[in-house]
T-cell receptor, first 111, second 114 residues
C-alpha cells in the first residue's frame, strides 16, 4: 500500500537519545495509529489520533510523544530512548470503516 | 478497558486440513472484530472482519464466527495451503471508542506442513 509510508525503515540509536519516527499517508484518512510489535505481545497501541491536533494515549504510551499538525503526518518521538523500546513500530491509518491500513514498519534498535 | 485473548499461540496443520483460531474479548459493547494476517517480515493486512449484528461471515476458504453472549469469535481456514502460513491476529473495537481504535490479541503463528 504505497498510500502509507514510514521512515526510516531501520534505525539504530543509543540509550538516552531522542528519536523520531515518521509516518505519512496520502488517503486523507482521519484516524492514525502507532503500534509497537514485540514477540509474545502482538501489536500494542502506543498513541492514536482522530484528526489533526487530536491525539490520545493507547495501551503503552510511556516514553513516547506524538503530534499531528497535519492530517497526513503522524510522527512518533522517543524523548530519551531506552533498551526496552527496541521493537518494530507500525503506523496505521483508517477512515470511518474501521479497517486499518498499516505502513511497512520501522525496526528500531536501542543499544 | 478492552482485553482480547487469543489461542493457540502456535498451530501446525497438515496441508489440506482445517485450522481454527479462537479469541475472547472482555468488553460486551465491542462491535467490530477484524482478523489480520502478517506474513514474515511484512505488515499486517486485513483478511476478514465481522460486526456485532452478524453471527457468521465467509469469504472463500476463510470464515469467522461470533458468539456475542459468550464473547467469543473464531477464524476458520479450510483446505489450508502453504501460503496460509503466517501470524494471525484477532482484534476488537472497544464499545466506548469513537476513534476507530482496535485492540489486538497476541497472535497465532500458523504453519502448514506439506
Amino acid at each position: 500500500d504505497a498510500g502509507i509510508t514510514q521512515s526510516p525503515r531501520y534505525k539504530i540509536t543509543e540509550t538516552g537519545r531522542q528519536v523520531t519516527l515518521m509516518c505519512h499517508q496520502t488517503w486523507s484518512h482521519s484516524y492514525m495509529f502507532w503500534y509497537r510489535q514485540d514477540l509474545g505481545h502482538g501489536l500494542r497501541l502506543i498513541y492514536y489520533s482522530a484528526a489533526a491536533d487530536i491525539t490520545d494515549k493507547g495501551e503503552v504510551p510511556d516514553g513516547y510523544v506524538v503530534s499531528r499538525s497535519k492530517t497526513e503526518n503522524f510522527p512518533l518521538t522517543l524523548e530519551s530512548a531506552t533498551r526496552s523500546q527496541t521493537s518494530v513500530y507500525f503506523c496505521a491509518s483508517s477512515d470511518y470503516s474501521n479497517e486499518q491500513f498499516f505502513g511497512p514498519g520501522t525496526r528500531l534498535t536501542v543499544l | 478497558g478492552e482485553n482480547v485473548e487469543q489461542h493457540p499461540s502456535t498451530l501446525s496443520v497438515q496441508e489440506g486440513d482445517s485450522a481454527v483460531i479462537k479469541c475472547t474479548y472482555s468488553d460486551s459493547a465491542s462491535n467490530y472484530f477484524p482478523w489480520y494476517k502478517q506474513e514474515l517480515g511484512k505488515r499486517p493486512q486485513l483478511i476478514i472482519d465481522i460486526r456485532s449484528n452478524v453471527g457468521e461471515k465467509k469469504d472463500q476458504r476463510i470464515a469467522v464466527t461470533l458468539n456475542k453472549t459468550a464473547k467469543h469469535f473464531s477464524l476458520h481456514i479450510t483446505e489450508t495451503q502453504p501460503e496460509d502460513s503466517a501470524v494471525y491476529f484477532c482484534a476488537a473495537t472497544p464499545g466506548y471508542s469513537s476513534a476507530s481504535k482496535i485492540i489486538f490479541g497476541s497472535g497465532t503463528r500458523l504453519s502448514i506442513r506439506p
